[in-house]
């Protein structure tokens, strides 16, 4: 695409290659810009950055499907942050396990001004978490990850144990 001057010129041409080389690959990345920002498509180490801008519960120590998968919901997660379903859906991302969420309250309508209240008095939650080889590291990411992901009043306890093994036929 050199005029015809310097088409000739073997000068110009490896100074135009030279530029090709640094510049291709800066095109490239404006060319496909719009992969970069699809956690299914991006790089793995992009979608661990991309997990600082969107605020994904991760650690660094995901798979990458896990860590794809929580780039990807961060955004509706942080829509019920605080929420039976959120905290559910935040650990089961970050384990790949649903967890046993009990907890102390309720919602209720009543017609009748000064009814009882649901639940019991105390508020109080407890994230039980069933993994097929549990780890130390696991209860602290487990108690990192309720505490983030709960209602912020709402005291909490945290337990992993192991999963009871089906015998093999």
């Keep these: 695409m050199l ?16 530029l090709d080389d640094v510049l291709a ?9 719009d992969t970069y920002f699809d956690p299914a498509l991006t790089p793995a180490d992009f979608a ?33 942050r605080g929420t039976l379903q959120g905290l559910s859906e935040t650990v089961r991302l970050a ?34 978490l069933r993994l097929p080889e549990p780890r130390p590291v ?3 990411r487990l108690d990192a990850l309720v505490a983030a992901a709960r209602p912020a009043h709402m005291p909490y306890t945290v337990e992993v ?3 009871e093994r089906t015998p093999e036929r």
């Design 95 to 128: 384990f790949g396990v649903a967890p046993e969420i009990t907890e102390s309250g309720g919602a209720v309508w009543n017609a009748r001004p000064l009814g009882p209240f649901p639940g019991r008095p105390r508020p109080q939650l407890h994230v039980a």
């Design 25 to 33: 690959p800066i095109l490239n990345v404006l060319d496909c810009l």
């Design 161 to 163: 144990t192991a999963s």
């Design 48 to 80: 661990q950055w991309l997990g600082t801008w969107v605020g994904a519960e991760t650690d660094g120590t995901e798979a990458e499907p896990m860590l794809r998968a929580a780039v990807a919901a961060a955004a509706r997660l942080h829509r019920v």
């Design 138 to 140: 696991d209860v602290h």
């Design 3 to 18: 005029p015809a001057v310097f088409a000739d010129d073997d000068l110009a041409l490896r100074f135009v290659g030279g």
